[in-house]
């Protein structure tokens, strides 16, 4: 893996972010900070997913930062993306891996289970990802995960990067971030602002404030 993951993860939305300024949105949070930039687009037909997603490609690569798709690692191959992010419904590890090779970035929503993150590091993901207790409008109706479950991960997953997503904005993320997760995947509070770039800035400020363990 050729990429350091650091620890502002951004997911993109279709129902926030506007189609004609797709691209210019997310560059404007790489702008601010980010580190990490996920290709989620569930409803639009696949032709118009592989042309957004090279079109994203290409400005990734001028700032050094990972382009994952969400859910298909055809779909990444088809793009060329760097990764792909695994959910309960989606392939599993080994097979996955095994297309992509050791080169893939992957990696595997845990939702508030820890032995499916612990199960995830032992078959080779690269990063996980666990819920927090707070209410999101992008997963309406998902299961509160507690902050405890985030410091048992942080004790049983040692060798990959964990990821906190759920409800987080600079002014609780203080909060997920005392649990000693490594970073924050976040969507409204970057996606659903009116300053996408400013909105990663604030939050890269937070995640400064409070050095990885």
């Not at 929503?109 to 409008?137: K, N, Q």
């Not at 649990?179 to 996408?196: E, L, Q």
């Amino acid at each position: 893996m050729s990429f350091e993951l650091g620890r502002l993860y951004v997911i993109t939305d279709e129902g926030l972010i506007p189609r004609g300024s797709f691209c210019e949105t997310v560059e404007k949070s790489l702008a601010g900070g980010a580190d990490i930039v996920q290709l989620r687009a569930k409803t639009s037909p696949r032709s118009e997913v592989v042309a957004l997603g090279r079109e994203l490609l290409g400005i990734t690569k001028r700032y050094g930062v990972p382009l994952i798709i969400n859910d298909s690692p055809e779909l990444m191959m088809e793009i060329k993306a760097d990764g792909v992010h695994l959910g309960e419904d989606d392939p599993n590890i080994i097979p996955t891996r095994k297309k992509l090779g050791n080169g893939a970035i992957i990696g595997v929503s845990c939702y508030g289970s820890l032995p499916r993150g612990i199960h995830a590091e032992r078959m080779g993901a690269d990063y996980v990802v666990f819920g927090t207790p707070w209410a999101t409008p992008t997963k309406p109706g998902r299961i509160p995960t507690p902050f405890e479950t985030l410091i048992e991960a942080k004790t049983a997953i040692t060798g990959i990067p964990i990821f906190a997503i759920g409800g987080i904005f600079p002014h609780n993320a203080t909060q997920v971030l005392a649990t000693g997760v490594d970073g924050v995947a976040v969507i409204t509070s970057v996606f659903g602002s009116n300053d996408p770039e400013r909105a990663s800035r604030d939050l890269c400020s937070v995640l400064k404030g409070h050095p990885a363990v």
